[in-house]
């Protein structure tokens, strides 16, 4: 039986730019899992799947290929998302650009 998430870690990470030390080191295994994950020879046991999501950026949805809910928030807008709610010095100007100013 191959699984399927590893095609999806090697994804994301070279999506990142990070090769499988790095990942291994981040994550705090050996490359050789990494590796054998990314061949689908076997997969990441539950209790890790935190830690590669963190690592890669990646939410467990994404990595695992599982849609919850059908309005779940892309890629672009939870990163757009995650700027507005570092920033908010900048809330009332996005608030005016985008309309949601509260009329007084």
Known sequence: MKYEIGSRIRKYRE??????KQ????????????SNWEQGLNRPD??????????????????LDVNLAPNELSEQEQ???QAYRDKPELHSAIHILLGLQSEN
């Open 23 to 34: 990942l291994a080191q981040m994550i705090g295994v050996s490359n050789s899992r990494i």
């Open 46 to 63: 539950a209790d890790i799947l935190a830690s590669i999501c963190r690592a890669l950026e990646v939410s467990p949805s994404q990595l």
């Open 15 to 20: 999506g990142r730019g990070i090769n499988q």
């Open 79 to 81: 990163k757009v998302l």
